[in-house]
């Protein structure tokens, strides 16, 4: 490894840098400015609401309800991959994977639909199920989206831990449910924080599921307030309520895992682990996988699929290829920006990696973190008062998914870069050729697989995205996911299937991508 | 021997069909208070045993009894927490959740919070760690971390403490110096130990009695001294150290082979395989000597002692000296054995006999 201490940034490289933080940090901006417009009384009339601390109770329930029962379906489901000799381990393994593929509104469309006189059980069974909404609606939908990114953590660090401590506590005079209790348990933690960070981040932007599902958080707080639009002060302020919320997460994880660093200590090679034989636990352990897809894949595409047979004969093949055809023209564009936007931090986090650098790398995950209709609502005040060319464009869109989902970017990006290592730069300088030169003949082609697989990921997140596009796309702009959310939301459950259905394509390609992309890093 | 505190019997394991068993047929005993090593190169099947007898892994077939009590065989697997036993894994798996204390304190939690404490803390301070209670695991140094598992494995106070290739993670200096001082704390505390390592002088220097495994089985067992000195078989000789191995032919305790005559360890008849351990040959000056001369091809001074190289009848015999040696390269010396020469069982491939 290069071991040379990291040197400073060219200037212009860095002014980039900087220049793409402050893109990423324009829209928050933007918000405050226009939250603090308002003064004294009125301040405190909009900061000292009822409602607000009723809203914060709802999402905070919410979080902290969905993180639980994303828990009780991830553990057990990382357990029995990681840990057991099961028939069909990889099977289940990929299985507990996709939901991923299921964009949060979509799943509430699954359940929507699923229930009253129309739904697909009491059409085929004659079983009239209650339609679920509100709460419970929200709860199940969400938690049945996000375990995965639980799931995926606690799997990885269930694989990464050493069997040997395991072997130690049975020396030590452990039973094996003491040595989960003491031993295991205590060191997935990080892992649980990582991805229980992820799940709440997830819960406090969402808005598709939260908005069909008309359960009152603040984000659909503020989506609600938007669109009344009368009050547009308060709207701002339940934005910069929901990044508050987001911040304090943030916070509240980096000191938890700051004083959880785990390390391995020794260096011995660990030994292979010997998986638990599932024996008489076997019918237990399938039951639970089935009920796990049942409700995550199966009922939620099943319920989908119903609705586009009911309506199959219907379907407005010209309304669908034009959204398609908008959807597309917004998020190629998008993904070509956000590339273009990660190279220079990647460079500058990979090459040059100062405290500077690393800050402004970091913007790019805030970007990421930050709640999507929070960013939208920001760029609507930021067009109106500064930029009113640029108000209802296109071109705010692309800004918008750009910025967000610049962190997507990035990874891949980043990963590419440290496989092309400098010498090669450098060899290439040392043979004549001059620094811009240098970086396009010998780094820039091994940059390309991590560029394309870049800008894959950005194309398909936009592809799928509901809040920004909602919030920020042209007036005549009809995207799948603007169509299938307004379809949902009037109860047209059989309209919105082919739109859903074409959603599901590109989200499904995006899992592939992501798994593929997993395999090549690790 | 003393009381028998572990007695393993007829011990056969194959982890994956196609390959060959990893041991075979391998039996062993400890006695009370005794240190006993297994020691062989990687992959002999050596760790395996161990961890057969931690009731880790189940053998194919064979017993294990502790106290005559069955512990591992036919139907019967006592858990691992159930049996008593100790182990100090080779990189050492401490918890790195917990601190120092509470690592030592993990195996005590059946005893009263403050028995159990008085004991953890009696325990590090034997091993000489009585500052650093509070730390990480990851804070410590490696020789830190070796004695924190010894501590942890011996505050329950096992009857047996099973140690797997414990010294090999620390360097030269500070191996000698635990080594030393371990053999020192498991006399003291009068627990039995079984040590497992790749390391001949480890293993002479730590055991009151050795077992020598090779390819699954066990080879010789025996003090240290005993397999040194009266090595059963070619492989034993030169694992546990330098020497030469000759084909001589044998006539009652006398023999003849290219260094002259020999003296034999026993009663022999016809060809024979026989080893010289290099301190066991002196030079001569070949004018006074019966023996066949030979040229010193080469010389390695070490200080306090050093290695000669000599070409005898066309194969090299090396010879162990004191430093002040005056020999040099190019002298022509004759050989005379110090000892009888020990005869070897044939083995199974021959060897490298001259």
């Known amino acids: 490894m290069n071991q040379r201490k990291p040197n400073a940034a060219p200037w212009p490289l860095f002014a980039a840098g900087g220049g793409i933080a402050f893109l990423v940090l324009l829209p928050i901006g933007y918000l405050l400015l226009r939250a603090f417009e308002a003064e004294g009384p009125e301040l405190a009339a909009i900061v000292f609401r009822w409602r607000n601390a009723a809203l914060l109770g709802n999402t905070l329930l919410l979080a902290v309800t969905v993180l639980a029962a994303a828990t009780a379906i991830a553990l057990p489901m990382a357990w029995i991959t990681a840990r057991t000799r099961i028939k069909g381990r990889r099977l289940i393994t990929l299985l507990g994977l996709m939901p991923l593929a299921i964009p949060p509104y979509l799943m509430a469309y699954g359940y929507l639909a699923m229930g009253g006189s129309q739904g697909p059980p009491a059409q085929l069974l004659g079983l009239e199920l209650p339609r679920v909404s509100g709460f419970w609606g929200s709860l199940m939908a969400l938690s049945i989206c996000f375990f995965p990114y639980l799931y995926l953590n606690l799997r990885s660090a269930m694989l990464g831990l050493d069997p040997a401590l395991e072997e130690a506590a049975r020396s030590l005079g452990c039973r094996p449910w003491q040595v989960a209790w003491r031993v295991v348990l205590p060191q997935l933690r990080p892992a649980y924080a990582a991805g229980a960070l992820l799940v709440l981040l997830h819960v406090m932007s969402d808005f598709g599921v939260v908005s069909l599902m008309r359960y009152e958080t603040f984000s659909y707080a503020l989506y609600l307030q938007y669109m009344a639009a009368y009050d547009r002060t308060y709207a701002a302020w339940l934005g910069l309520f929901l990044l508050g919320l987001t911040a304090v997460i943030l916070v509240l994880e980096a000191r938890f895992l700051k004083r959880l660093l785990l390390h391995r200590v020794g260096s011995g090679a660990a030994r292979s682990r010997r998986l638990q034989e599932a024996g008489r636990s076997a019918p237990l352990v399938y039951g639970f996988v089935g009920l796990v897809v049942f409700f995550s894949v199966a009922a939620p595409v099943g319920s989908i699929l119903f609705w586009f047979f009911q309506g199959a004969g219907s379907i407005d093949v010209g309304g669908l290829g034009r959204s398609l055809w908008h959807s597309v023209s917004v998020s190629a564009p998008a993904a070509v920006t956000a590339v273009v936007l990660a190279a220079p931090l990647a460079y500058l986090g990979v090459r040059h990696p100062t405290r500077s650098s690393r800050i402004l790398e970091r913007t790019a995950y805030l970007g990421y973190a930050t709640p999507a209709l929070a960013v939208a609502l920001g760029l609507v005040f930021f067009a109106l008062s500064a930029a009113p060319f640029l108000y209802q464009t296109r071109a705010l869109l692309v800004y918008a998914l750009a910025i967000h989902f610049l962190a997507e970017a990035l990874g891949p990006v980043r990963s590419a870069l440290y496989q092309a290592t400098p010498q090669l730069e450098e060899s290439a300088r040392s043979l004549g050729l001059g620094p811009i030169r240098a970086f396009m003949r010998a780094t820039l082609p091994l940059l390309q697989k991590g560029l394309i697989a870049g800008m894959a990921f950005v194309f398909l997140s936009s592809m799928k995205e509901l809040p920004l596009t909602f919030i920020l796309s042209p007036l005549d702009y009809q995207t799948l996911a603007v169509n299938v959310w307004g379809r949902i939301d009037e109860a047209m459950f059989a309209q919105a299937a082919p739109y859903a259905l074409a959603i599901l394509v590109f989200s499904s390609l995006f899992v592939g991508l992501l798994q593929t992309q997993e395999r090549l890093t690790r | ?354």
């Open chain 2, 1 to 354: 021997m003393t009381n028998l505190l572990l007695q393993a019997k007829g011990l056969w394991k194959r982890f994956t069909r196609r390959d060959a068993p990893v041991l075979r047929d391998v039996s062993f005993d400890v006695g009370e208070g005794e240190i006993f090593a297994l020691v062989g190169p990687s992959g002999c099947g050596k760790t395996t045993a161990l961890r057969i007898t931690a009731g880790f892994e189940p053998p194919d077939a064979g017993t294990v009894a502790l106290r005559g009590h069955t512990i591992t065989g036919g139907r019967v697997h006592t858990p691992a927490e159930n049996r008593g036993i100790g182990f100090v894994f080779q990189d050492y798996a401490l918890f790195p959740h917990l601190t120092v204390l509470e690592n030592v304190l993990f195996g005590l939690h059946q005893r009263p919070h403050g028995e159990a404490r008085h004991r953890a803390e009696e325990v590090l301070a034997m091993v000489g760690l009585a500052g650093v209670h509070d730390r990480l695991p990851s804070q410590l140094s490696g020789g830190q971390q070796q004695r924190v598992a010894l501590a942890r494995s011996l505050a329950p106070a096992p009857q047996l403490i099973l140690l797997d290739e414990p010294f090999s993670n620390l360097d030269a200096a500070l191996r000698l110096a635990t080594r030393h001082e371990v053999r020192h704390l498991l006399k003291e505390a009068r627990t039995s130990a079984i040590l497992v390592t790749h390391d001949q002088e480890e293993a002479m220097t730590m055991a009151d009695r050795i077992a020598v495994m090779r390819d699954g089985c066990i080879e010789q067992t025996g003090p240290p001294e005993e397999i040194y000195h009266h090595p059963r078989t070619p492989f034993v000789a030169q694992f546990l150290g330098a020497t030469n191995l000759f084909n001589a032919a044998a006539e009652g305790k006398r023999a003849q082979c290219m260094l002259g005559h020999l003296c034999l360890n026993r009663q022999a008849e016809g060809r024979v395989l026989v080893s010289l351990r290099p301190e066991q040959i002196v030079m001569e000056s070949p004018c006074c000597a019966d023996g066949p001369a030979g040229e010193i091809m080469a010389r390695e001074f070490k200080g306090h002692d050093q290695t000669y190289r000599v070409h005898v009848g066309g194969s090299e015999v090396i010879i162990q000296t004191h430093g002040s040696c005056p020999w040099r390269v190019g002298d022509r010396v004759a050989l005379k054995p110090l000892e009888p020469a020990v005869i070897l069982e044939h083995p199974h491939d021959g060897g490298h006999a001259n």
